[in-house]
C-alpha cells in the first residue's frame, strides 16, 4: 500500500543546505525533511577546517576579496553574480549560526577566531588570509549539530532513515517525491507544493575518496532520468590530503595551521610550483603538483605518495605557520585534535613525530543540478522547474566554477540553504498543490520489484568495485582522451552487468541489499555523464586537467555544460541511451578572465 | 590475514530469537572492523544489516558491541582486537535498545531522551547592536568544550548499566548533550534543563559506573561531566 503525504515544502536531505533551507522555510511554510539518514549522520558533519566569511576579525578583509578568490579558484568558470551573493550573504550567515549557538573558536576579545586556507587571499592574490571561521578541526559537525539542534527547537518535522527514490515533475511543475520508508519497504508519496533537494554528492562512484558509503547522489540521478540537465559534472575535486590508500581527509586547516608537503628528497616543493601562496595554494592545484612530484620519481621511496609534515619543528624551519610565526605543539593539539587522531587511529603515526603519507583523494562535486541564486533548479539554460529547488553539493549555482576553494563548500551549503528555504516558503505563501499524477509511484515500484526480484550472476559490490576502480584510473587528477573514452564504454558495460544483479534479500526489513543496489544505479547514471562530460571538454580548467589539452581555452570552453538525457524516457532506472550537451555562458561581473597563477 | 567474525543475527520477518552467524573474511590487519562486515555483506550474505555512514568515526552511525564492548566498527581496526590467523571476533547491536534486524537498533527512544533535555541554544534577548557576533571569551568557550564532541552514537548510553536496568532513564547522551548548554555562558536554559536533570529518571540514576567514559570513542569524559551536572544542581551553582 502505498501512504500518502501533504507538505507545503518537502526538503530532500538533512545536511547543512538541508536543515538550513528546513529552518528558514518552516518560519512560514509547513515542511518535512526527509533523509536517508538520520539527519546528524550526513556528510556535512566531516568538514573539518572551517567555513569562510571576510568578517576581518583577525586582519582586514573584504567580501570583495572572497569573491575574486572564488572566481580565481575555479579558474573562472564560476558565475560572478553567484559568487558575489555567496561572499556577501556569508558575513550575516555566519553571524546567523553564531547567533544559534554555533561554538566558534574565540579570539582574546571574544569574537569569532579565524585562520588561513588555500587560495584565500588579502587584496587580490597578495598573501594568504585568515578568513575561515572555525571549531578546531569539527567546523561542519558543530554546524551540522546546531542546525539539528535549531530544527528540534522550532519543531520541524522529520522522517528519518527515508530513501528518496524519485522526483515527480509532469509539465514542468514539481508536485513532491517517492520515498521508500527503509524500516518496512513501504512506499509513500510526498505530496508538496515545493521540493528542495539537498542530498549532498556522489563521491562514491570513485575508489579512493573521503566520501561517505552513503555520498550516492540519488535524487540527482532521478533529476537526469526525469530529462533534466546536471551541469559541469565533468568537475570533480580531488582533494590534495587524504590519508595514503584510505582517503580519509586530513583537512587543508592543517596546512592553514603551518604544514607542509615534502617529497622523497625532503624538498617542500610547493614553493617551485606556486612561488606566493606554496602549500596553501588551491587544491586542483596542490593535486597536480603532488602528481609531478611522483612522476617524476620524487614520491616518497618512488612510489605514488608524498609527506604531510606537521611537525612544529619542520614548520618553525620553513617558517610556514601563519604570519610566519612559531607554533608549538600544545597549538597544533588544540587546534587540529580530530585530524591528528585520524592519523593515529587510521595510520598508526603520531604526526608529532613522524610526517603523514598522504594522496589525492576524490572530494566534492563541483557540477549537479542547476540552480539560480535562489536555489530554483533550472529545466534549461533559462526557466525553472516551478516549485523544484536544490542546494549544497549537490547543486550548482555555479559558485565553484571548476574547482572549489576550501571552505566554501560549507559556506555554499549556508547561504544558498538559506536563501532556497526563504525562496520555496515565499514561493509556497499563494501557491496551491498542483495535482500527483496516479501513477505518480509506478516508476519506483516497477524498479525495486526488478531489483528484488534479482537471480542473475552479478553482485553489486563487484560491479561497484569496477565502476570505482575504473573513475579512478580514468577520470582522476589526470585525464586524457583515451582513457575518459574507456571509463564511457566501460561504464555501459557495466550497466549492461547492472540488468544480471543478484539480490539476497528478498524481504522488507531494513532491505539495504536491494537499496545498495538501487545507490549502485545511481552512481552509474552519474559516473556515466561525469566521463562523458569530461571527455567532451577539450581544455584544462581548474580540477580538469587532460594531459592532451594542457591549456584553458576561453575561446571554446567558457561556458558550463548542460548534460540531458537523449531520449524520450522519463523514469526511475539506470538510463540507457546516449547524453546529450548544450553549453551556457558563464555570467562574468567585475573579474575578466586572466591566467591562474599564485 | 583470516579472521573468523562472529555475528548477532536476527531477521524479524523469519527468525524467533537471535543466532550467531559465523563467516570468514580474508582482511589487512589495518583494515577496520566496519570492512570486514562488509565482505561478510558484499560477498557473503547480503541479508546481514549494520548502519554506516562516514566510516571514519565522524557521523556516529556503526556503535556496535565488539567483543563485549561498545565501539564504532569503523574506529576499531582488526590489529587492535586481534592477534593471530584466525581469531574470532564478536559483534554484536548495542544494548538497551529494541533491535530491529542483526545489528540495526531503533534509535527512537535514544533520540526521544536526547530531546527531552532541551538540546538547542535558548536566548531570547536582544541582539548585539552592531549587528555582529555575542562576545565569549576563550575560558567561556573552553568550559563546554567537552560536550560539544557529541555525535550521538549512543556507545555510552548502551553501555551504562542504569539505563539496561531502566531505558526510562535519559542516559548519559542526553545529560552531556545538556551540560553543553547549561554550561555555555551564552545560553539562557540553564535552570529549565537542571529542572529536568532533577527529576526521577534524570541524572541521579547515574551510579557513577564509568562505563559511559571508556565506551566513548570522541574520548569525552562523561562521567566527569554527569558528575558537574549533579554538582551544579547539588549546589545550585553553576561554574
Given amino acids: 500500500m502505498t501512504k500518502h503525504h501533504q507538505f507545503d515544502a518537502i526538503i530532500v536531505g538533512g545536511g547543512g543546505a538541508g536543515l538550513e533551507a528546513a529552518l528558514h522555510a518552516s518560519k512560514s511554510a509547513n515542511v518535512a525533511v526527509v533523509t536517508k539518514l538520520y539527519p546528524t549522520r550526513s556528510h556535512t558533519g566531516t568538514a573539518q577546517g572551517g567555513i569562510a566569511a571576510a568578517l576581518g576579525n583577525m586582519e582586514p578583509d573584504s567580501w570583495e576579496w572572497h569573491m575574486y578568490d572564488t572566481v580565481k579558484g575555479g579558474d573562472y568558470l564560476v558565475d560572478q553574480d553567484a559568487a558575489e551573493i555567496l561572499a556577501r550573504d556569508a558575513i550575516d550567515a555566519i553571524i546567523e549560526l553564531e547567533h544559534m549557538g554555533l561554538p566558534f573558536d574565540r579570539t582574546p576579545d571574544g569574537k569569532i577566531e579565524q585562520r588561513r586556507f588555500g587560495g584565500h587571499t588579502a587584496n587580490f592574490g597578495e598573501k594568504a588570509v585568515m578568513r575561515a571561521c572555525k571549531a578546531a578541526d569539527r567546523t561542519g559537525h558543530m554546524i551540522l549539530q546546531t542546525l539539528y539542534q535549531q530544527c528540534i527547537k522550532n519543531k520541524v518535522n522529520f522522517f528519518n532513515e527515508y530513501f528518496v527514490t524519485d522526483i515527480i515533475v509532469e509539465d514542468n511543475v514539481c508536485r513532491g517525491v517517492v520515498a521508500i520508508n527503509v524500516a518496512d519497504s513501504e512506499v509513500h508519496l510526498f ?168 594522496q589525492p583523494t576524490a572530494h566534492y562535486a563541483m557540477g549537479g543540478i542547476p540552480t539560480d541564486a535562489d536555489g530554483r533548479a533550472l529545466a534549461d539554460n533559462t526557466n525553472v522547474v516551478t516549485g523544484l529547488y536544490a542546494a549544497g553539493e549537490c547543486a550548482c549555482v555555479s559558485v565553484h566554477g571548476a574547482n572549489r576553494l576550501g571552505t566554501n563548500s560549507l559556506v555554499d551549503l549556508v547561504v544558498f540553504g538559506r536563501r532556497g528555504g526563504k525562496a520555496m516558503a515565499d514561493f509556497c505563501k499563494p501557491a496551491g498543490f498542483a495535482p500527483l499524477p496516479i501513477t505518480a509511484a509506478a516508476d519506483t515500484i516497477a524498479e525495486f520489484d526488478r531489483i528484488r526480484a534479482g537471480r542473475g550472476s552479478e553482485r553489486a559490490a563487484a560491479i561497484r568495485a569496477d565502476l570505482q576502480n575504473m573513475m579512478t584510473n580514468y577520470v582522476g587528477v589526470f585525464r586524457n582522451g583515451p582513457d575518459m573514452q574507456k571509463a564511457v564504454e566501460g561504464v555501459r558495460e557495466l550497466k549492461a552487468r547492472f540488468k544480471n544483479i543478484k539480490t539476497d534479500d528478498t524481504g522488507k526489513i531494513f532491505n539495504t541489499d536491494v537499496l545498495e543496489t538501487f545507490e549502485l544505479g545511481c552512481l552509474l547514471d552519474l559516473a556515466e555523464v561525469t566521463a562523458a562530460a569530461a571527455l567532451r571538454r577539450t581544455e584544462t580548467r581548474g580540477g580538469h586537467a587532460r594531459e592532451d589539452f594542457q591549456e584553458r581555452d576561453d575561446a571554446n570552453w567558457l561556458n558550463h555544460s548542460m548534460a540531458y538525457r537523449a531520449d524520450d524516457k522519463r523514469d526511475a532506472a539506470v538510463t540507457r541511451c546516449d547524453i546529450r550537451f548544450e553549453n551556457k555562458p558563464v555570467t562574468i561581473t567585475k573579474f575578466q578572465p586572466k591566467e591562474r597563477k599564485y | 590475514m583470516k579472521v573468523h567474525l562472529k555475528i548477532k543475527r536476527f531477521n524479524p520477518e523469519k527468525d524467533s530469537k537471535s543466532w550467531w552467524g559465523e563467516y570468514d573474511v580474508n582482511v589487512d590487519p589495518t583494515d577496520r572492523v566496519l570492512d570486514a562486515l562488509h565482505l561478510v555483506k558484499w560477498y557473503q550474505d547480503g541479508t546481514f544489516n549494520v548502519r554506516r555512514s562516514c566510516a571514519h568515526g565522524v557521523c556516529g552511525s556503526d556503535a556496535v558491541r565488539i567483543n563485549g564492548q561498545n565501539r564504532l566498527a569503523c574506529k576499531v581496526l582488526i590489529q587492535d582486537i586481534v592477534k593471530n590467523d584466525g581469531d574470532t571476533i564478536t559483534v554484536e547491536p548495542i544494548l538497551g535498545l529494541p533491535v530491529i534486524k542483526d545489528l540495526i537498533v531503533d534509535m527512537e527512544p535514544f533520540f526521544d531522551h536526547y530531546k527531552s533535555v532541551m538540546p538547542y541554544f535558548v536566548n531570547d534577548e536582544a541582539l548585539p547592536a552592531d549587528g555582529r557576533e555575542r562576545l565569549q571569551n576563550i575560558a567561556d568557550r573552553e568550559r563546554y568544550d567537552q560536550g560539544t564532541k557529541c555525535i550521538l552514537c549512543a556507545c555510552c548510553t548502551t553501555s551504562c548499566p542504569s539505563f539496561w536496568l531502566n531505558d526510562d532513564y535519559v542516559g548519559p547522551a542526553a545529560v552531556v548533550q545538556a551540560h553543553r548548554f547549561i554550561f555555555d555562558s551564552r545560553d539562557r536554559a540553564a535552570e529549565e534543563r537542571l529542572k529536568i536533570l532533577n527529576e526521577q529518571m534524570g541524572v541521579w540514576r547515574c551510579r557513577t559506573a564509568f562505563n559511559c567514559t571508556n565506551a566513548c570513542p570522541r574520548e569525552i569524559p562523561v562521567t566527569q561531566l554527569i558528575g558537574e551536572v549533579k554538582k551544579a544542581l547539588a549546589t545550585g551553582e553553576i561554574r
Avoid at chain 1, 612530484?293 to 605514488?304: H, L, N, Y
Avoid at chain 1, 588544540?334 to 603520531?350: H, N, Q, S
Fill in chain 1, 191 to 358: 505530496h508538496a507544493k515545493a521540493v528542495l533537494i539537498a542530498s549532498g554528492g556522489f563521491g562514491k562512484m570513485f575508489k579512493v575518496t573521503s566520501n561517505a558509503h552513503t555520498l550516492t547522489g540519488d535524487p540527482v540521478a532521478a533529476y537526469y532520468r526525469r530529462g533534466l540537465p546536471l551541469e559541469d559534472m565533468e568537475f570533480f575535486q580531488f582533494h590534495p590530503t587524504g590519508i595514503y590508500k584510505l582517503g580519509i581527509l586530513l583537512s587543508e586547516a592543517a596546512r592553514g595551521e603551518g604544514a607542509i608537503f615534502i617529497n622523497d628528497k625532503g624538498e617542500r616543493f610547493m614553493e617551485r610550483y606556486m612561488p606566493t601562496l606554496k602549500d596553501l595554494a588551491p587544491r586542483d592545484i596542490c593535486s597536480r603538483c603532488i602528481y609531478e612530484e611522483v612522476r617524476a620519481g620524487r614520491g616518497i621511496g618512488g612510489k605514488d605518495y608524498v609527506y604531510m609534515d606537521f611537525r612544529p619543528g619542520t614548520i618553525n624551519k620553513f617558517k610556514s605557520g601563519p604570519g610566519g610565526r612559531d607554533v608549538t605543539r600544545e597549538h597544533l593539539e588544540k587546534a587540529l585534535p580530530d585530524i591528528l587522531e585520524f592519523a593515529r587511529v587510521y595510520m598508526g603515526i603520531d604526526p608529532m613525530k613522524d610526517p603523514v603519507p598522504i
